[in-house]
């Protein structure tokens, strides 16, 4: 069974730092696309930054020079350095992958169980 696990959320005062990691693990044959999304209380659920297998990157306008997703392929792992944080930046951020499971044609979306981030002012 596939399955992702977030870690590295917390609480960060204004101007600080955070680095969430996610590791997919289970019986994988391939990752794809990985993706880092936020959520904030009473909003929908929104694209922060996304990496391709090759490493290509975009990024939510918001964050742009501030995060930096970053992932292992060796490890399956997907990372997101957050710098600068603001409050703006408080939400429950999740971890998303495309992944090929073990004798699966074709890739199936996963993603993680949620780490809360809080910036406070």
């Known amino acids: 069974q596939v399955q992702l696990v977030e870690s590295g959320g917390g609480l960060v005062q204004a101007g600080g730092s955070l680095r969430l990691s996610c590791a997919a693990s289970g019986s994988i044959s391939s990752i794809g696309t990985m993706a880092w999304y936020q959520q904030a209380p009473g909003k929908q659920r929104e694209l922060v930054a996304v990496?391709?297998?090759?490493?290509?990157?975009n990024y939510a306008d918001s964050v742009k020079g501030r995060f930096t997703i970053s992932r292992n392929n060796a490890k399956n792992t997907v990372s997101l350095q957050m710098n600068s944080l603001e409050p703006e930046d408080t939400a429950v951020y999740y971890c998303?992958?495309?992944?090929?499971?073990?004798?699966?044609?074709?890739?199936?979306?996963?993603w993680g169980q949620g780490t809360q981030v809080t910036v406070s002012s």
């Open positions: 998303n992958a495309d992944i090929t499971p073990t004798r699966v044609v074709g890739r199936i979306k996963y």
């Open positions: 990496i391709t297998s090759g490493g290509a990157t």
